[in-house]
């Protein structure tokens, strides 16, 4: 998982448009995005993809805190706030 630090589906669409394909966004991590090692063309192409999709970045920041609507908490002791939609 890697926090860029802007909306995941931002950038997992700016990727998909340069022909770079990476996971899907997780509710409870909205700024993470997974990546999966490939062949060494593949990740060569995903690091110039991202460096060209990071470098156009007009987010300097998220806050997700709008979004927020309760905190879920579960029986290991953890807590995961619900995303809104």
Known sequence: MLDTRRPAKE???ALAA???YI???WPVWPTHVRI??????EMEAF???FQ???KN???TGYDPSPLLRKRRSYSDGQAWAS???
């Not at 999966?36 to 063309?41: A, D, F, I």
Request: net charge positive; proline share 7%.
């Open 57 to 59: 970045s007009t987010t």
């Open 11 to 13: 950038v997992i669409d």
């Open 36 to 41: 999966t090692v490939g062949t060494q063309p």
């Open 47 to 49: 690091q110039a993809a």
């Open 52 to 54: 060209a999709v990071m």
């Open 18 to 20: 340069r022909n770079v």
């Open 83 to 85: 995303i809104s939609s």
């Open 23 to 25: 996971g899907r966004p």
